[in-house]
């Protein structure tokens, strides 16, 4: 069964800091790993997506990689901003061609301006 | 543009009565997904369709029901509602075939208090 944990689960930064939020998984045999954001009272925004033959993905501020066969995942967050205050959750598929996420706590992140 | 759906927003309900949470994505989605989720607490998958007239249950067990008897259409239906079913559910699609993501986007969520 797949485990997602999330360190830290709360986090406070000053305005423009860099920073990496953390996500390991138990089961390395992962289809993809996808970030989300979930701000207060509202669903959750795709950010990033790897795929399991994939390192990393960049958006924007935002990268994200993957380390298979340490159970590994980290979202980097450059210049941080005080909109980038969300909770940021890590979700692991299940399997290959599997389309069921697990899905970490999440790390809130407060970003102090 | 991730276009789904969600309705009631909030629902506060008293025990035994039925309800249903309507979900709607107007992306052509082949695949759906009910999760539910408690303050703090990560998301558990009740529910997932992999197209019109496919439905399963997903690890968290749940009293509810889903149908899915349009593409653009996954509602969820509890007959009695009870105290333990205070929660928030939410409802996301994905596109499924060669070379696609399946990235998941999800609506707004529905906060469901039953007294």
């Known amino acids: 069964k797949q485990e997602v944990t999330q360190i830290p689960a709360a986090l406070s930064v000053p305005e423009g800091e860099n920073l990496v939020l953390n996500c390991s998984f138990t089961?390395?045999?992962?289809?993809?790993l996808q970030w989300f954001r979930q701000d207060p009272g509202k669903g959750l925004t795709s950010l990033l997506l790897?795929?399991?033959?994939?390192r990393e993905q960049t958006s924007g501020r935002l990268n994200a990689s993957l380390d298979k066969s340490s159970g590994r995942s980290t979202l980097y967050i450059a210049a941080s901003q005080p909109g980038d205050s969300a909770t940021y959750l890590c979700?692991?598929?299940?399997?290959?061609?599997?389309?069921?996420?697990?899905f970490g706590k999440g790390t809130k992140l407060s970003v102090i301006p | 543009e991730a276009d789904i759906y969600q309705t009631p927003r909030y629902l506060v309900i008293g025990t035994g009565k039925k309800i249903t949470l309507e979900c709607s994505q107007t992306?052509?989605?082949?695949?759906m997904y009910w999760y539910q989720q408690d303050p703090g607490m990560e998301l558990h998958l009740i529910h997932y369709?992999?197209?019109?007239?496919?439905?399963e249950k997903g690890d968290l067990s749940s009293e509810s029901t889903v149908s899915r008897i349009r593409t653009e259409h996954f509602p969820l239906t509890l007959e009695s509602a009870r105290p333990s079913h205070t929660s928030q559910y939410l409802c996301?699609?994905?596109?499924?075939?060669?070379?696609?993501?399946?990235?998941?986007?999800f609506g707004p969520g529905t906060r469901l208090l039953v007294l």
């Open positions: 996301a699609s994905s596109e499924s075939g060669r070379g696609i993501q399946e990235t998941q986007y």
């Open positions: 089961d390395s045999a992962i289809y993809n």
């Open positions: 790897i795929q399991s033959s994939q």
């Open positions: 979700a692991a598929s299940r399997g290959a061609g599997s389309y069921q996420l697990t």
């Open positions: 992306m052509g989605h082949d695949k």
């Open positions: 369709s992999y197209g019109v007239n496919s439905t």
